[in-house]
């Protein structure tokens, strides 16, 4: 295990953001995985060239608590997260609604691994032969 990275709960979130920005760290970024029945979630900080995340494992349907309040430019990832993975953020300094980086008609979480695609067939790999053939 590395030795910076803390895993947190959901309640703990707001309190260990609050705990770096106050040791004087700053949001970098937020990374989200869909690993199928949960997303994984890393908050990434920096102070003087060195890292810190928090990793949460967030059940598909449990809400996420906004730290837009500590650090407001997380709403922006926050904002992308429920665009695009399906996961509901609450209580963001400005919530878009599914429309930050989606238009209208656009498919509902696109990366969401439980939401149907966006209608992309795979097709099967071919090969052709020095004669024109195709092969399967």
């Not at 030795?3 to 970024?29: C, M, S």
């Not at 609450?90 to 919530?95: C, H, Q, T």
């Not at 609604?97 to 498919?107: I, N, Q």
Request: charged share 20%; glycine share 8%.
């Amino acid at each position: 295990m590395l030795e910076n990275v803390a895993h947190v709960t959901l309640e703990q979130i707001p309190t260990e953001v609050w705990k770096l920005k106050t040791d004087g760290y700053r949001f970098v970024t937020m990374t989200c995985c869909d690993q199928g029945d949960a997303h994984d979630i890393l908050y990434h900080f920096d102070k003087n060239y060195q890292l810190k995340h928090l990793r949460i494992r967030l059940p598909k349907g449990t809400a996420l608590p906004s730290v837009s309040a500590i650090f407001f430019a997380a709403l922006i990832v926050e904002n992308e997260m429920q665009d695009l993975l399906g996961v509901t953020v609450s209580g963001m300094a400005i919530d878009f609604k599914g429309r930050f980086m989606l238009a209208e008609g656009a498919p509902v979480a696109p990366l969401n691994k439980s939401v149907p695609g966006i209608g992309i067939e795979v097709q099967p790999k071919v090969a052709v032969t020095a004669e024109g053939t195709v092969k399967s």
